[in-house]
């Protein structure tokens, strides 16, 4: 089996990163960072969304497993001191693969240029870089409203723990095919209105924001941000492609969810 490590760089996650190193060539697996078949990420969920984007097109051949040396994390939820057991479970194949859903993300410009296509595992953001952001919200091919304020996001449910919970998005569990889309601070009076409330949307729906005013914006997709210029619309649905998490042990949404948000149980870096 061939493995990759990516680490956050700090110092605890290079430690770790050189101790799984040599545990897992002890046990004859191959480190190739061309074509894993397994990522480790080492660090925080920040770390494991660089790792999905390093290795986004090979989806079908990669499964990730993320430890954590900071506090727990949705995608990285083993602690250091596990690392021996986990590295024991890699080798002997001892683990289930659980699938959660992406977003795809289309970006279509006004001149002849080619579209641009991502994949994000948490959400794509969309903002003005200077005025109050004008788009029309258009489900399904039917305009939906014409949306005034800060900015829209797109979530995946593996992200709905992250920024979509900052801008008062529901916790969506990762089994659910769906995307959620959340509102930044929209204008909302006598003479501008939206809906205000985040909408949750099926695997077979699709959103398309269309620019009212002005043509270039700040698209988010994950960690990754860049001034897309001339945008005609924003594609967004939920992908045909899943990200794989390697799965040794049972570790429940809703128990990462209260472990988080509610009470650690102790389960911290050192616990
Ligand atoms: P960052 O600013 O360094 O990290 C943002 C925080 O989001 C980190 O604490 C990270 O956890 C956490 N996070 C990432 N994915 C998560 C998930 N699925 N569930 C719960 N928490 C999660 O930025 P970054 O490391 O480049 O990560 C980019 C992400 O930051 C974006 O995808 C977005 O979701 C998030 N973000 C959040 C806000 C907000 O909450 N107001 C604003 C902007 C961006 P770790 O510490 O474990 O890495």
Redesign the pocket.
């Known amino acids: 089996m061939k493995y990759t490590i990516q680490s956050r760089n700090d110092e605890l996650s290079n430690r770790l990163m050189d101790e799984a190193i040599d545990y897992l060539n002890g046990f004859g697996l191959v480190y190739n960072e061309d074509e894993p078949d397994v990522v480790l990420s080492i660090?925080?969920?920040?770390?494991l969304?660089h790792a999905f984007h390093k290795y986004s097109h090979r989806l079908k051949e990669t499964a990730f497993v993320g430890i954590?040396t900071?506090?727990l994390?949705?995608?990285?939820d083993w602690k250091p001191s596990e690392i021996e057991k986990l590295v024991i479970s890699i080798a002997r194949k001892e683990f289930d693969v659980i699938e959660y859903p992406l977003l795809d993300v289309a970006i279509n410009y006004r001149s002849n240029k080619e579209s641009s296509h991502y994949l994000a595992l948490?959400?794509s953001s969309v903002k003005s870089p200077e005025v109050t952001l004008v788009m029309d919200v258009e489900l399904n091919g039917n305009h939906f409203e014409r949306f005034r304020g800060d900015g829209l996001c797109m979530s995946t449910p593996?992200?709905s723990?992250?920024?979509s919970?900052?801008l008062g998005g529901a916790l969506v569990h990762p089994s659910l095919p769906s995307m959620q889309l959340t509102e930044m601070a929209s204008i909302n009076n006598r003479v501008f209105r939206t809906v205000g409330s985040p909408l949750i949307l099926p695997a077979h729906h699709k959103c398309v924001l269309k620019p009212v005013k002005g043509p270039d914006f700040m698209v988010t997709v994950?960690?990754l941000q860049l001034l897309h210029k001339d945008v005609k619309s924003i594609e967004y649905i939920v992908s045909k492609e899943k990200v794989r998490f390697a799965r040794f042990r049972p570790f429940p949404f809703w128990r990462r969810v209260r472990d988080?948000f509610i009470e650690s149980n102790g389960r911290n870096i050192s616990g």
């Not at 994390?73 to 990285?76: D, E």
């Open positions: 660090g925080g969920d920040g770390t969304l954590h900071g506090h994390g949705f995608y990285a948490n959400e593996s992200g723990t992250a920024y919970k900052a994950d960690h988080s």
